[in-house]
């Protein structure tokens, strides 16, 4: 039986929580506006308050949607994070369908149709 893993999805478990707990943190306190501009002002100094690891601080400033993932972010925090680079949900969707954003808002289109 194929499994999520056998696909390389990730699995949002406890083990992925627990991973990811540093960044899922940081991400949560983008609720705050005052939290958005520290983070906008100084990336590098925000990563210190939450200890994110060295991948996951290469990964927020890959703006790698996916390595995040990987390295244990959950989805809904990092729309929050995705936002505040500047992106939506369709970079996030075209960088999980290793489209380009023209390419992925054609495909979306097209479906449309």
């Known amino acids: 039986m194929t499994t999520l893993h056998d ?3 990730p699995i949002f478990d406890g083990r992925a929580a627990q991973r990811g707990y540093p960044l899922n943190a940081m991400c ?6 005052g939290a ?4 906008v002002h100084d990336q590098e100094a925000y990563f210190d308050v939450y200890g994110l690891s060295a991948e996951q601080r290469q990964a927020v400033r890959d703006r790698d949607i996916l390595r995040m993932i990987a390295l244990g972010a959950n989805a809904y ?3 929050k994070l995705a936002n505040l680079l500047g992106m939506d949900v369709q970079d996030v969707g ?3 369908t290793g489209l ?3 390419d992925f808002q054609a495909k979306l289109q097209a479906q449309e149709a």
């Open 7 to 9: 696909l390389d999805t």
């Open 36 to 39: 958005r501009a520290r983070f």
């Open 100 to 102: 380009s954003r023209a």
């Open 77 to 79: 925090y990092l729309l």
């Open 28 to 33: 949560f306190s983008f609720n705050d506006a």
């Open 94 to 96: 075209a960088q999980q």
